[in-house]
């Protein structure tokens, strides 16, 4: 699936995969970890952020959602009203260099092609300030598959590699690599990565 046929997959989606998510979770709760390591009043962004429930609405007002659905950007309107919303592209940010404090990327990667990964974390060390954190889902085998019948519909879901992923991260200026596992918003459980660009990138 190309990036047009993604978009379409999850215009078709995101309302059921927003009534079948449960809001709640230890992944979510991953997001008060993060916010500890930020400055006051941070600036985030939480890409990928379809209806916002796990993730938007748990960050401070003002923070910036992203996600290449417009059905999803429509949801999280109303889950996080005080978000400010775009859509895009996680492999072209539409955003300045060193915009932001953090950035949340919670099951959002692995629906871009493995192949484009690296460009996806560069994107990331680019809107980053300084020293800037990463909490992003850490996707444990290798796949690149297309699954029908999916939130009845189909997607599309690609990975090198746990530790493919986590040496890339290393590769586009990110240091301090911490991992946890937390429940998933379907009921099983993933790992989760932390990150902190480096300084000197």
């Not at 990036?3 to 997959?9: L, M, P």
């Not at 609405?57 to 659905?69: E, T």
Request: negative net charge.
């Amino acid at each position: 699936m190309d990036r047009n046929e993604v978009r379409r997959a999850w215009e078709s989606v995101a309302e059921r995969y927003a009534e079948r998510r449960d809001p709640t979770g230890s992944d979510a709760a991953l997001i008060d970890d993060l916010l500890e390591l930020l400055p006051s009043d941070p600036e985030v962004l939480d890409v990928g952020c379809g209806d916002g429930a796990r993730t938007l609405a748990n960050l401070p007002d003002g923070s910036v959602g992203l996600d290449i659905s417009r059905r999803g950007l429509a949801l999280a309107s109303g889950t996080a009203p005080a978000a400010r919303l775009a859509q895009g592209e996680l492999s072209e940010l539409p955003f300045r260099d060193a915009t932001f404090d953090a950035i949340t990327a919670y099951y959002a990667v692995f629906h871009v092609p493995r192949a484009d990964h690296p460009r996806v974390y560069t994107e990331f060390a680019r809107v980053l300030r300084p020293g800037g954190r990463l909490l992003m889902t850490l996707p444990s085998g290798r796949f690149e598959t297309v699954r029908r019948g999916w939130m009845g519909g189909r997607m599309f879901f690609s990975s090198p590699g746990r530790e493919r992923t986590l040496a890339k991260l290393r590769e586009a200026g990110f240091s301090e690599v911490e991992t946890a596992t937390a429940d998933d918003p379907l009921g099983s459980s993933s790992e989760f990565v932390f990150a902190r660009r480096r300084a000197d990138r």
